[in-house]
């Protein structure tokens, strides 16, 4: 067997590389992106930006060749909202039976690389180098599409998979992206997903993970959005083993929007990060961040946000909020809020806090009748609730909130 | 129905613990009201914290009965349940609950306990919007996150709701009229004057007497330094009023 590429390599880079190289084809741009990864390796608790969340570590032991498992595919909670629906199972996509809205265009297509800076990035280079195809998914100029978009993010097996998308919102247009990662599986999935939002564009991303606790899962949504354009999204996630969810977005335009929400609910050793880089490129872009985390037992809910503005990106308006909230003891919250701003006009603000459930409320709630169990769920609730109050459609925060009471329900 | 018998309750960790209610004693007879007036840090609230069931307060001696149950060991909700009150001196913003969302789940979470059956929703509505009229608190008011940018009269009125919706056994008011102006200490006069009965009593605890010309107690006890020095008919509020509180300071 020729040199690895790796020094020392772990189990699980010693499969990827056995893996790659019996690939019958990889582009240029693949080749270079495995030997980035080599090179940087899967980043561990030393490297900035990883301190919470060591994937080197999480999967150095992980069997990359476990197979999948055949099984039925679960109905969604979505599915009543009569979505055009895409699945990529284990890695392998899936496109929508039946009629979808001409305006909506979608194939399945040669996977491409990555934007410059994201290129430094292991996962992502690992991803370039490893996905065999991509979901592409384009909105026509101007189109309004009532049907919400769901891709649905299925793993089974104990095996790595890796997908990509990419997700093209034409000008003027307006969608609803739902994604969800499901599979209680034990397997490693990384989803690469590039986004552009044309001027003056809408898309509202809804993003539900619900994963198994062995699982572990890296996520990127790198979105491009011009002149007026406004990106929304509304995450909720009760973690994994590992779980990372990065949003990068960069305003290219004037007048560009975005809103994140994010709740992380971790119980026993789960782990959920959302990590964001919001990039102010031209004037007059507007943010609103809130974060929620809540963790017990020995659950590990992390949050790293920053707004970068570059100089020309006068009048900026970007306010980021985290707060977190322990149950218990073994409980952990890490907050990194970050603000580099090279502009000189512009109003940033972030608050980070973390505390208890208030025992003056939890009180006050026992003295009208509620039991413990009920004074806490309803405390959290309100806490966590917060991030997803904002979902304007009822049927998809309807859905939101049953997983948020399904989580109470067993964890309060 | 609610006797209190020599009641030692302490506040603090054990090297800092302060000895607060020093042998309390009080009997309130179902159907009678019965006023608590003593000066600030005489242990007025300590005594309303500790029947109600807060933690960190450490009951040393003592007892307490509610129609003959002693109710010391049990949860704050199990008193609630039970039919006990208390209407706070300082009620709480909830920020993200709901008002209606939770006196409805409290309604019917001690209806449950009870083994009585739920209030429907219609029938909640109906009853929480009438009851709203007659504290002075409108429907916006209700609609909104519990007590979140309510002044403090309105937070009174918000407890005074729920008096009239849970229609407790036992109510305990602790210095339910400070804040308030004259209309609103009507209000509250006539939510407890609807629900005086005889099978109920209330436990007024106030610093002032003006609340007594439109709730008519019993009885007035004087509590100072942990411990009740006093006890009279109403005419002993009037007298307070007159001379203070300075004659019983000493006298305990």
């Known amino acids: 067997m020729s040199t690895s590429v790796f020094i020392n390599p772990t189990a699980f880079e010693a499969g990827l590389e056995?893996?790659?190289?019996?690939?019958?084809?990889?582009?240029?741009?693949?080749?270079?992106?495995?030997?980035?990864?080599?090179?940087?390796?899967?980043?561990?608790?030393?490297?900035?930006?990883?301190?919470?969340?060591?994937?080197?570590?999480?999967l150095r032991t992980r069997d990359i060749a476990a197979g999948r498992v055949e099984g039925e595919r679960p109905s969604s909670a979505f599915d009543a909202l009569n979505p055009v629906e895409f699945l990529i199972e284990d890695g392998r996509i899936h496109l929508p039976e039946g009629a979808a809205p001409s305006a909506l265009r979608f194939g399945v297509v040669d996977p491409?690389?990555?934007?410059?800076?994201?290129?430094?990035?292991?996962?992502?280079?690992?991803?370039?180098?490893?996905?065999?195809?991509a979901l592409g998914v384009e909105i026509a100029d101007g189109a309004v599409l009532d049907r919400p978009v769901h891709i649905r993010h299925i793993n089974t097996g104990a095996g790595q998979s890796f997908a990509q998308t990419l997700v093209r919102v034409g000008k003027g247009a307006d969608v609803t992206l739902i994604e969800t990662y499901e599979g209680r599986n034990k397997g490693f999935y990384s989803h690469l997903n590039h986004m552009a939002v044309r001027d003056g564009a809408k898309i509202r991303r809804y993003v539900l993970q619900n994963k198994?606790?062995?699982?572990?899962?890296?996520?990127?949504?790198?979105?491009?959005?011009?002149?007026?354009?406004?990106?929304?999204?509304?995450?909720?996630?009760?973690?994994?083993?590992?779980?990372?969810?990065?949003?990068?977005?960069h305003f290219w335009g004037d007048d560009a929007a975005a809103n994140l929400n994010s709740a992380a609910l971790v119980a026993d050793k789960r782990h959920a990060d959302f990590t964001s880089i919001i990039l102010h490129k031209e004037e007059s872009g507007t943010v609103r961040q809130l974060h929620k985390g809540v963790a017990t037992d020995r659950g590990r809910a992390i949050f790293q946000g920053k707004f970068e503005v570059e100089r020309k990106a006068q009048k900026t308006d970007a306010q980021m909020t985290a707060n977190a909230l322990l149950l218990t003891d073994g409980a952990e919250a890490n907050h990194k809020p970050e603000l580099e701003i090279y502009a000189d006009d512009v109003e940033c603000a972030h608050g980070s806090t973390c505390g208890a459930l208030d025992s003056d409320a939890l009180f006050y709630l026992r003295q009208r009748g509620l039991s413990a169990t009920q004074a806490r769920a309803l405390l959290i609730e309100a806490f966590a609730g917060e991030a997803i109050a904002a979902i304007d459609r009822d049927d998809i925060r309807s859905v939101f909130e049953k997983k948020l009471n399904d989580w109470l329900e067993a964890h309060a | 129905?609610?006797?209190?018998?020599?009641?030692?309750?302490?506040?603090?960790?054990?090297?800092?613990?302060?000895?607060?209610?020093?042998?309390?004693?009080?009997?309130?007879?179902?159907?009678?009201?019965?006023?608590?007036?003593?000066?600030?840090?005489?242990?007025?609230?300590?005594?309303?914290?500790?029947?109600?069931?807060?933690?960190?307060?450490?009951?040393?001696?003592?007892?307490?009965?509610?129609d003959g149950e002693d109710i010391l060991d049990l949860d704050p909700d199990e008193r609630a349940v039970?039919?006990?009150?208390?209407?706070?001196?300082?009620?709480?913003?909830?920020?993200?609950?709901?008002?209606?969302?939770?006196?409805?789940?409290?309604?019917?979470?001690?209806?449950?306990?009870?083994g009585e059956e739920e209030m429907s929703a219609a029938e909640f509505i109906r009853t929480i919007r009438d009851?709203?009229?007659?504290?002075?608190?409108?429907?916006?008011?209700?609609?909104?996150?519990?007590?979140?940018?309510?002044?403090?009269?309105e937070k009174k009125r918000m407890e005074m709701l729920q008096m009239a919706m849970f229609e407790p056994v036992f109510a305990i008011m602790d210095e339910t009229d400070s804040g308030l102006?004259?209309?609103?200490?009507?209000?509250?006069?006539?939510?407890?004057?609807?629900?005086?009965?005889?099978?109920?009593?209330?436990?007024?605890?106030?610093?002032?007497?003006?609340?007594?010309?439109?709730?008519?107690?019993?009885?007035?006890?004087?509590?100072?330094?942990?411990?009740?020095?006093?006890?009279?008919?109403?005419?002993?509020?009037m007298e307070l009023e007159k001379s203070g509180y300075e004659q019983f300071i000493e006298a305990a």
């Open chain 1, 212 to 249: 198994g606790a062995d699982c572990i899962i890296h996520g990127v949504c790198a979105a491009k959005v011009e002149a007026a354009a406004n990106f929304s999204q509304t995450s909720l996630s009760t973690g994994a083993g590992l779980s990372r969810h990065e949003t990068i977005v």
């Open chain 2, 82 to 114: 039970k039919g006990l009150f208390l209407s706070f001196q300082h009620p709480m913003e909830i920020p993200g609950v709901q008002t209606m969302n939770f006196i409805r789940t409290a309604l019917n979470a001690q209806r449950k306990v009870r």
């Open chain 2, 131 to 153: 009851k709203g009229k007659l504290v002075g608190l409108s429907d916006e008011k209700l609609k909104r996150q519990f007590n979140v940018g309510f002044s403090g009269g």
């Open chain 1, 18 to 58: 056995a893996a790659y190289r019996m690939r019958s084809t990889t582009s240029e741009t693949q080749t270079a992106a495995f030997e980035r990864f080599a090179k940087l390796g899967l980043p561990n608790r030393r490297v900035e930006g990883w301190k919470w969340s060591d994937f080197h570590n999480a």
């Open chain 2, 1 to 66: 129905m609610l006797k209190i018998e020599n009641l030692h309750v302490s506040v603090g960790n054990d090297d800092t613990a302060a000895e607060i209610l020093k042998g309390l004693s009080v009997d309130v007879p179902a159907g009678e009201v019965h006023a608590i007036m003593g000066p600030n840090g005489s242990g007025k609230s300590t005594l309303s914290y500790t029947v109600a069931g807060r933690d960190g307060y450490d009951v040393t001696a003592g007892s307490v009965t509610l």
């Open chain 2, 181 to 237: 102006d004259i209309d609103a200490l009507r209000m509250v006069g006539d939510v407890v004057n609807a629900l005086r009965g005889p099978e109920r009593g209330f436990l007024v605890i106030t610093h002032y007497q003006r609340l007594l010309e439109y709730i008519k107690p019993d009885a007035v006890h004087v509590l100072a330094d942990g411990r009740i020095v006093k006890s009279g008919g109403p005419e002993l509020a």
């Open chain 1, 112 to 133: 491409v690389g990555t934007i410059a800076e994201l290129e430094a990035h292991s996962i992502v280079a690992l991803n370039v180098a490893m996905t065999r195809k």
